[in-house]
């Protein structure tokens, strides 16, 4: 098959897993929760500052499930605002809640629409009630948890010429609606599995994969194995996949934990030396994949930590702070059976083994494993599975694939 082709077949599949990902999961209908908050805002009106009450109320899902979206029904808001604040004739107004689903620290933004409230009669004293409804678009909860509905900045539009902003009084609560939120794993998916920052500001889908592979030590002559599913296990990957975007696909992706290897090899010739390697990642990698052409490249740092070593059999006291001076840069590409960051396969690459500091008790033993392995040119070769997206049952739990050499 061509290159070109298979860049063609590689969008139709990116374009359909798109479309898939976008579409509500088919669902029985959730049990509703009636819920009214009284909010308090203070407005900038043109006659002066005035508290102003706001009360959101309507009908939202009971309880949810990770990944799929929770769908409230229409949505009722309710201004009342003092008489002083607002003309004579009060014409209709228009309001803009901003609202976002938050979870722990992580908050998704709801596109709310804007409530169209109509005029209303003015009393002679008191206070003037507005009143709106709109229905509210869907929105998914990314992980399991307790997901609160919570209200933002408002903007009040007063006829066709008058704005004013309005912000939550200091100190009072903004949160309108909580549901629960259930995982929406499938049976043997690890718990970990999704659990990765995402930036509000840039969505997308999360998921997981497992990935195994080899590195070889170029001053050695010598591989090692990550993370040995045999042994230690194979090294969870979280993922973040976002929409296709100036035509590529990007994927933000992070070792769930720290990756380990043991390993014997001869030093400097003649030395056996076994190590134990942890490599853990600081910050997220991304994967990126130009749908015109093909062509995928990964990037990302680790930082390499040396936990245990002996000579001869014999352990040498390192200390707890043995480590490379710098992360090391990883920079791979995919390999001929790697098409789609979804699907999985093999990448390429190489990374620099930095100097070490910090290694020894009583002795600095940093030079000895710098002139043993520092240095570029050391090859990469892993292997990724599939992407395993909760809810969506097809490739969970996440399969290990198989190591090639």
Known sequence: MTRNRQGALVLVLLLALTAVAA??????????????????YACAFSSGRAKTGVTVSGTFPDTGTAGQPLAPGRITLTL?????????????VTADLAMSLV????????????????????????DVTLTGSAAVPPVTPPAEGSAVFTAGALKLAVGEAVEVSC????????????????????PGTPPECGKIAIDPADPGNTGCAYMTGFANVAKLGAATLL???????????????HPPKAGHLLVDFQFASPLRARSTFLVFGFMPTTAVIEMSQPEKGLVDLSIATGKLT?????????????INGTPLDIGPRCRGRTPAKIEAVGGEDYGNPLVGGSLNGSFAI????????????????????SGPGNLLKLVQGPVCAPPDPGECPPKVPELRR
């Not at 709310?112 to 004293?125: G, H, M, Y």
């Open 354 to 373: 930095p100097e070490f500091i910090g290694c020894g008790v009583g002795e600095d033993l940093s030079r000895i494993f710098s002139g043993a392995v």
């Open 103 to 126: 979870q722990g620290t992580a908050a998704t933004p709801v596109d709310w629409p804007v409530f169209t409230l109509p005029a209303a009669p003015v009393p002679e004293s008191g």
């Open 80 to 92: 009342t605002v003092p008489r002083a604040a607002l003309p004579d004739a009060v014409p209709a």
């Open 167 to 186: 912000a939550p009084e200091p100190g009072t609560a903004t949160a309108v609606a909580t549901i629960p939120v259930a995982s929406g794993a499938a």
């Open 227 to 241: 993370n040995d599913p045999a042994s230690a296990g194979p090294a969870l990957t979280n993922v973040i996949v």
């Open 23 to 40: 579409e509500p999961l088919a669902r029985r209908p959730a049990r509703a929760q009636a819920a009214e908050a009284d909010l308090s």
């Open 298 to 310: 990964v990037t990302g740092e680790m930082e390499i930590r040396i936990t245990e070593a002996s």
